[in-house]
C-alpha cells in the first residue's frame, strides 16, 4: 500500500504533529511504501520571511531524520523539488467548483478572522489534492484537523474521473482517533500557528517551563478532578504507561492531587520520550550536507513518480 503525507515547515515541528501524524508515518513506513514530503509550496500560503521558510524546511527534514525516518525505503523530499505537482494543481483547479473550496475551514476561519487570505490559501486543498493523487496514494495518515482536506480531494479525484474517464486512485484517510487533537499549553489545538506547543527538540529546561504553563481549571488541591477535562492529563496519556496512567486517573478523582504533581511527572516523560532521539538530532545539524543529499536523492525518486502520473492527466484531458 502506498502511504503519503506532508508536513509543512511553518515553525518547529511539535509533539502535537509528532503525536498526531508523525509518529503514525515512522510505524507504517515499514510494511508500506512511504512517501513523506516537507511541504513549502503550502508553508508559502501564509507568507512566511524568505529566511524562516529556508531554516524551518531543513529542522523539519532533520527531525524526520532523527526520528527514525528510513531513508533506504520510503521517499522523502522538498515539495518545491517535484514542481509537477503545480501542473496537476492547475488541470485540477479547472475541475474543482469554486464552491468546494469556499466551505473549506482553513479559508473559512481565515476570513472569519478579518484576514484577507491569498489565492494561494484559497487554492490549497487543491494543491494538496495534487500532492496526494500524483503519487497514487492509497492512503493518507493526518491529525483530525486534515480530514476535510482528504475529503476534497476524493471528491476532486471523482469529479476528474467522471469528466475524463479513470485516472487517479481514491486516497482514505487513517486517523487515530486517541491522538486525533492534541492540545496546546493554551488548551486549544497544539498549532505552528497558535504559539502553543513544546517543540520536539527544544531544550530540556524549556520543556518544563511550558508544561509549567499548560492551562488548567482552578479546582482546589483537596477536591477531585476529572481528568478527561484536564489538558496534564491529555498529554499524559501520550506518554505514561498505562499502569501509570490508571494511577494518575485514580488521583484525579480522588482529591488531593494538585496539577503541579502532574505537570512535573508529565515534563519528565516528555523529556525521557524524546531524549535518546537528541543526539542524532544534534549530529545531523552538524552535517546539513549529508540533509541536503537525502532529499535530493528523494526529490529525484518522487520525480519519477510525478512524471509517469502527471502524464496521464495531460493526455486524460487533452494537452497532448
Ligand atoms: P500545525 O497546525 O502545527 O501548523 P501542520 O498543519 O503542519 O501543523 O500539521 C502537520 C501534521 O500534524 C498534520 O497531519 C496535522 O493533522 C498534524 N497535527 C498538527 N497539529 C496537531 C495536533 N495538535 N494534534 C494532532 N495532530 C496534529
Ligand atoms: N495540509 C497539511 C497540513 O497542514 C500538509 C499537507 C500538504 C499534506 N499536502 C499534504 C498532508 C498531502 C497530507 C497529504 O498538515
Known amino acids: 500500500m502506498r502511504v503519503l503525507s506532508g508536513i509543512q515547515p511553518s515553525g518547529r515541528l511539535h509533539i502535537g ?5 508523525m509518529r503514525q508515518h515512522l510505524q507504517l513506513q515499514a510494511q508500506n511504501e512511504g ?8 508553508a508559502m ?22 526520528l ?36 473549506c475551514t482553513t479559508y473559512k476561519d481565515k476570513v472569519a478572522q478579518g484576514l484577507a487570505p491569498n489565492h494561494g ?29 482528504i475529503e476534497v480531494t476524493r471528491d476532486i479525484a471523482g469529479f476528474f474521473n467522471n469528466t475524463y474517464g479513470e485516472t487517479f486512485v481514491l486516497p482514505k484517510d487513517y486517523i487515530l482517533a486517541s491522538v486525533a487533537v492534541v492540545p496546546g499549553i493554551d488548551g ?3 498549532s505552528k500557528s497558535y504559539d502553543n506547543t513544546i517543540e520536539i527538540f527544544e531544550p530540556e529546561s524549556s520543556v518544563k517551563k511550558k508544561v509549567m504553563k499548560i492551562v488548567t481549571d482552578s479546582i482546589p488541591v483537596e477536591s477531585p478532578k ?23 486517573d485514580k488521583k484525579y478523582r480522588q482529591g488531593g492531587m494538585g496539577y503541579g504533581d502532574a505537570k512535573k511527572r508529565l515534563a519528565e516523560l516528555l523529556i525521557e520520550f524524546f531524549r535518546p532521539y537528541r543526539q542524532k538530532r544534534a549530529e545531523l545539524e552538524n552535517n546539513v550536507g549529508y ?17 509517469k502520473t502527471l502524464k496521464r492527466a495531460r493526455v486524460a484531458v487533452g494537452l497532448e
Open 17 to 21: 504533529n509528532y503525536f498526531g501524524a
Open 35 to 42: 512517501f513523506y514530503f516537507i511541504a513549502d509550496y503550502h
Open 45 to 66: 500560503t501564509s507568507g512566511p520571511k524568505p529566511a524562516d521558510l529556508r531554516a524551518n524546511k531543513l529542522a523539519v527534514a532533520m527531525d524526520y531524520l532523527a
Open 68 to 103: 527514525g525516518l528510513d531513508t533506504e525505503k520510503t521517499v522523502f523530499w522538498c515539495q518545491s523539488d517535484v514542481p509537477q505537482v503545480t501542473e496537476l494543481c492547475w488541470i485540477l483547479s479547472c475541475v474543482t467548483p469554486k464552491a468546494l473550496l469556499e466551505r
Open 121 to 149: 490559501l484559497f487554492a490549497y486543498p487543491v494543491l494538496q489534492a495534487a500532492d496526494i493523487l500524483i503519487f497514487d496514494s492509497n492512503l493518507v495518515p493526518v491529525g483530525a484537523d486534515q480530514k476535510q482536506h
Open 188 to 190: 486549544r489545538k497544539m
Open 226 to 248: 476529572d481528568p478527561d477535562k484536564c489538558n496534564v492529563f491529555a498529554l499524559l496519556k501520550l506518554v505514561a504507561s498505562p499502569e501509570e496512567l490508571k494511577e494518575w
Open 291 to 307: 540533509v541536503k543529499e537525502v532529499l535530493k536523492k528523494g526529490a529525484e525518486r518522487a520525480t519519477a513518480v510525478a512524471e
